[in-house]
């Protein structure tokens, strides 16, 4: 692989994976569809980009899962009846094989939708105390929890971009406390992904090491600045923009087909 990416590209390569890896970490996101567009500009095989993505991934929602963690903004009751479903959900998502590209077009119309919403309603973005009454969280969050692996695990991304919009949404936690699952969610189902779609492509260590090292320096910055110095209002519309990058990026895949 590293026969067919020139030494000066891959040092370009760096800085992008790290500002990709800063700027998704800071809302939680791990960076996929941003790790993506860049090894296609710079000419990876398409076979070794997916396992990539996902393995830089799982370095950088570490990070930010770790970060976050230690400071307590994980909300596990609100975030378990998420997960559990979302788990066996992924595995059975990457197994799917279909068309994607009337599923990347609607994907491209929710994101954005979701994106809007949000920039809204950043104004009033805040940390919230309490939990929703326990029925409305089984309700909703099993069913989401559901559809949100599925897709996940069929598109081989995280989910974060998926879970954020939702909970965000209904009022049920701030855009710290989002984050904050959003890392863990995306830490779980890209591991539990990735174990489904399996490594279609060999992983050149002189390549993945520089940009793992690259993702792990990102991530934790952008978790720690998320922590220490946005605003929750600042948060949510960075997280509005990257849901609207993502929104972007699915619409190019409808369009190329």
Avoid at 115 to 139: N, S, T, V
């Amino acid at each position: 692989m590293t026969d067919a990416l020139p030494l000066d590209l891959l040092w370009l390569l760096i800085p992008l994976v790290l500002l990709v890896a800063g700027a998704y970490a800071s809302v939680g996101l791990g960076g996929g569809t941003g790790y993506l567009a860049i090894m296609t500009l710079a000419g990876l095989p398409a076979a070794a980009m997916i396992p990539t993505a996902l393995m830089l991934n799982l370095v950088v929602t570490g990070a930010a899962a770790l970060r976050f963690g230690l400071a307590g903004r994980i909300k596990w009751p609100l975030f378990l009846p998420f997960l559990l479903p979302a788990m066996p959900a992924a595995f059975l998502g990457g197994l799917i094989t279909a068309d994607k590209q009337i599923f990347f077009a609607l994907l491209a119309c929710v994101l954005a939708l979701a994106a809007i919403a949000m920039l809204i309603k950043a104004p009033q973005a805040q940390e919230r105390e309490g939990l929703p009454e326990r029925h409305w969280l089984y309700l909703i969050g099993i069913p989401a929890g559901l559809v949100v692996g599925v897709i996940s695990g069929f598109l081989g991304v995280g989910g974060g971009v998926f879970l954020g919009p939702i909970v965000l949404f209904l009022g049920w936690a701030g855009p710290k406390q989002v984050a904050a699952m959003n890392s863990t969610l995306i830490l779980i189902l890209s591991a539990i992904a990735l174990a489904a779609h399996g490594l279609k492509g060999a992983i050149e260590p002189m390549l993945m090491l520089p940009l793992a090292a690259a993702a792990l320096v990102g991530g934790l910055i952008g978790a720690s600045l998320a922590e220490r110095k946005l605003s929750s209002q600042a948060l949510q519309r960075m997280f509005a923009v990257i849901i609207l990058v993502a929104a972007a990026k699915a619409a190019y895949d409808a369009l190329a087909g």
